[in-house]
């Protein structure tokens, strides 16, 4: 009868699944993957990012909302106003120095607006 070698730690280790981060890309093709199955088409230029998957047509969770889903509403507000949905260290490097100025002073005024 045969012994079947046993696998190192090392060995067992390289064959263990590994998790990859979710970037901003999947994050919006999984958005547009919901979109289109709520809604049977493509999601438009006007429609919301974010949007409300009770209703009957594409409307775009309030900022009250976005705490509920776990999205920071002043970066949820950033992504209205700019069309902008950079994540620092993963995609910042597809938009413009002008773009993600516009991002960040967009996240700025959320912040000031609410602390009026």
Known sequence: MRRE???????????????????????AAS???????KFGRE???D???IFDPTAA?????????YALLGINPAKAYAIKKTGCFIVD??????????QKQAFFDSFLEYNAKRSQ
Request: no cysteine; aromatic share 8%.
């Open 43 to 45: 999601p438009g230029p």
């Open 5 to 27: 070698k046993r696998m190192t730690r090392r060995e067992a280790a390289s064959r263990r699944a590994v998790r990859t981060p979710v970037t901003a890309s999947d994050q």
């Open 89 to 98: 260290g993963v995609n910042d490097h597809q938009f413009t120095a002008e």
């Open 57 to 65: 047509e594409p409307r775009p969770y309030m900022p009250s909302d």
């Open 47 to 49: 429609d919301p990012v």
């Open 31 to 37: 958005y547009r993957a919901a979109f289109k199955e």
